[in-house]
Nanobody
């Protein structure tokens, strides 16, 4: 069982920056994906950024150019750097992981989830 522990988040003004981190433990395979999802109030879940142990990343159009995702050298901590924040970035953010190659990373059916951390951006 993979365990994910998130940290970071909080409140920030529009145009500011926040950083989220997610520490993973319990992997039993070397090929997997880690991603950040978010769910806004009365909104649908959105996968905003994805990183894989193969060194690939992807971003939702809504955050391209503003968010960055990194997987550390140990490939157990994924960080989401959020810049130029907008009020519409306000959401509960979840770290998620699944085993598999890159094409599986782009499927939203992730197996393991963190508890979530709130991000609130005020105008």
């Amino acid at each position: 069982q993979v365990r994910l522990v998130e940290s970071g988040g909080g409140s920030e003004q529009s145009g500011g920056s926040l950083r989220l981190s997610c520490a993973a433990s319990g992997y039993t395979d070397n090929t997997y994906c880690m991603a950040w999802f978010r769910r806004a109030p009365r909104g649908e879940r959105e996968r905003v950024a994805t990183a894989s142990t193969e060194g690939l990343t992807s971003f939702a159009d809504s955050v391209k150019g503003r968010f960055a995702i990194t997987l550390d050298n140990a490939k157990t901590t994924v960080t989401l750097q959020m810049n130029s924040l907008k009020p519409e970035d306000t959401a509960m953010y979840f770290c998620a992981a699944r085993y598999g190659n890159w094409w599986r990373c782009l499927d939203d059916d992730y197996s393991f989830w963190g508890q979530g951390t709130q991000v609130t951006v005020s105008s």
